[in-house]
């Protein structure tokens, strides 16, 4: 059975923290729920690895974001059994890129609702639990169109050159859409390798043959689309040895899936830790990601998935506001569309510039591709166990207290 967590939210707002504790209490597996009115002191979190307890800590960044970014940094740098959810986050680009900079995987919408709290609360207890990905093996980011032409293959190939520049960052880009993919083009690729060359040979991988597979661009190994005139059915298992392989030698593989939603398709789905469904803001766009995310639902994947919306402007009608309620997600990404930035892009052969509208969205999907740490484990000596409210500097006129359920 798994453990219960502790949920704890430190935020000066008291009706913020009446709403999301009356939606933490109606959470399953949420054991009890402290109320912090205060910001801590960083330094103070460190010991929480000693506890042996595990927190999910929903942290203000409404009233001082420089504070709330330096205790989640804190938390996500030495203390791995304690997650993190955002709350009041704004929509600056600068404060993007903070948050996710600060390994800051779950942000709650603004309104939420107990259903957004208690996803909140199921992704990032599996990422303690370790079981999106088993321990010593890499993370699984899936781009996954919801229809032929959502932009989907680009986005993936150029935020994994982005990733790639990341620093201490290896990343593979795996290109599964075996009969329309793109990577080899956009990237100027001019190997006689591709995914079919590692598929018919996925019996036999070692790291002499993988090298000879692999190209690079930077720091970025790719294992690019197929020739055109691959036609030949593949067996499931070429996939998932293939998969097998990349989750050991690398910690981020970003993989290209072609939305057909076939047997391989759906198998690395059920590997990936998180599924980036991208869709376009037109009316087809939005019905197809709705049924994208039926099937998802089906295969109890929906809560690893994040909304990219791809190709947004002034002209689609809708606001993102109105096309989160169609699609019933929150959107975590909104791309404008850029065509002049993709264009120089595929003709230099490179990645998109980081400067542009287009280019600043593709650094956020990175950036939350690159700050995602795994395998970080606490190895010093267990101590008496304390609660979480014991590492915070709280004036003794404000009282914190636990709420059992």
């Known amino acids: 059975?798994?453990?219960?967590?502790?949920?704890?939210?430190?935020?000066?707002?008291?009706?913020?923290?009446?709403?999301?504790?009356?939606?933490?209490?109606?959470?399953?597996?949420?054991?009890?729920?402290?109320?912090?009115?205060?910001?801590?002191?960083?330094?103070?979190?460190?010991?929480?690895?000693?506890?042996?307890?595990?927190?999910?800590?929903?942290?203000d960044f409404g009233d001082d974001v420089g504070r709330a970014?330096?205790?989640?940094?804190?938390?996500s740098r030495f203390c791995p059994s304690v997650g993190v959810v955002a709350l009041n986050v704004s929509s600056s680009q600068a404060d993007l890129i903070a948050i996710v900079r600060a390994g800051i995987c779950e942000v709650l919408p603004q309104p939420f609702s107990n259903r957004d709290v208690q996803t909140a609360v199921l992704n990032v207890t599996r990422k303690l639990d370790g079981s999106s990905s088993p321990v010593g093996d890499g993370t699984v980011y899936a781009f996954l169109p919801a229809k032929p032409g959502s932009g989907a293959s680009s986005l993936a190939a150029y935020s994994a050159l982005a990733c790639s520049r990341v620093p201490d960052?290896?990343?593979?880009?795996?290109?599964?859409?075996?009969?329309?993919?793109?990577?080899?083009?956009?990237?100027?690729?001019?190997?006689?390798?591709?995914?079919?060359?590692?598929?018919?040979?996925?019996?036999?991988?070692?790291?002499?043959?993988?090298?000879?597979?692999?190209s690079q661009r930077g720091n970025l190994d790719i294992l690019g689309s197929a020739p055109s005139d691959f036609g030949s059915k593949v067996p499931i298992e070429s996939f998932q040895s293939i998969l097998r392989w990349v989750r050991r030698q690398y910690a981020i593989s970003i993989v290209d899936l072609p939305g057909t939603m076939e047997n391989f398709e759906v198998a690395t789905?059920?590997?990936?830790?998180?599924?980036f469904l991208v869709c376009s803001p037109d009316a087809v766009g939005l019905h197809m990601a709705k049924?994208?995310?039926?099937?998802?639902?089906?295969?109890?994947?929906?809560?690893?998935?994040?909304?990219?919306?791809?190709?947004?402007?002034?002209?689609?009608?809708?606001?993102?506001?109105?096309i989160e309620s169609v699609l019933g997600l929150p959107i975590c990404v909104s791309v404008p569309a850029d065509e002049r930035a993709i264009r120089e892009a595929v003709q230099q052969g490179?990645?998109?510039?980081?400067?542009?509208?287009?280019?600043?969205?593709?650094?956020?999907?990175?950036?939350?591709?690159?700050?995602?740490?795994?395998?970080?484990?606490?190895?010093?000596?267990?101590?008496?166990?304390?609660?979480?409210?014991?590492?915070?500097?709280?004036?003794?006129?404000?009282?914190?207290?636990?709420?059992p359920r």
């Open 1 to 59: 059975m798994a453990r219960p967590v502790i949920a704890a939210i430190v935020s000066k707002d008291i009706s913020l923290r009446a709403r999301l504790e009356t939606a933490l209490e109606a959470t399953a597996g949420v054991d009890s729920v402290l109320s912090i009115p205060e910001y801590t002191f960083a330094s103070e979190i460190r010991s929480l690895e000693n506890t042996g307890e595990k927190y999910i800590a929903f942290v």
């Open 69 to 75: 970014i330096a205790l989640t940094g804190e938390i």
């Open 169 to 214: 960052r290896h990343p593979l880009l795996l290109d599964f859409d075996i009969r329309a993919g793109i990577s080899s083009f956009v990237l100027k690729l001019d190997s006689v390798n591709s995914i079919m060359t590692a598929l018919e040979n996925a019996g036999r991988l070692d790291q002499t043959l993988w090298d000879q597979l692999v």
């Open 269 to 275: 789905l059920q590997q990936a830790g998180t599924i």
């Open 291 to 322: 049924l994208a995310m039926q099937r998802l639902r089906s295969l109890t994947l929906l809560d690893r998935v994040s909304v990219i919306l791809n190709r947004m402007d002034k002209h689609t009608g809708l606001s993102k506001r109105e």
């Open 350 to 403: 490179t990645g998109v510039n980081p400067k542009s509208a287009l280019g600043k969205q593709i650094e956020v999907i990175a950036q939350m591709m690159a700050g995602d740490n795994n395998g970080v484990s606490n190895s010093g000596p267990r101590q008496h166990k304390k609660r979480f409210v014991e590492f915070f500097s709280v004036p003794q006129t404000k009282r914190i207290e636990p709420l």
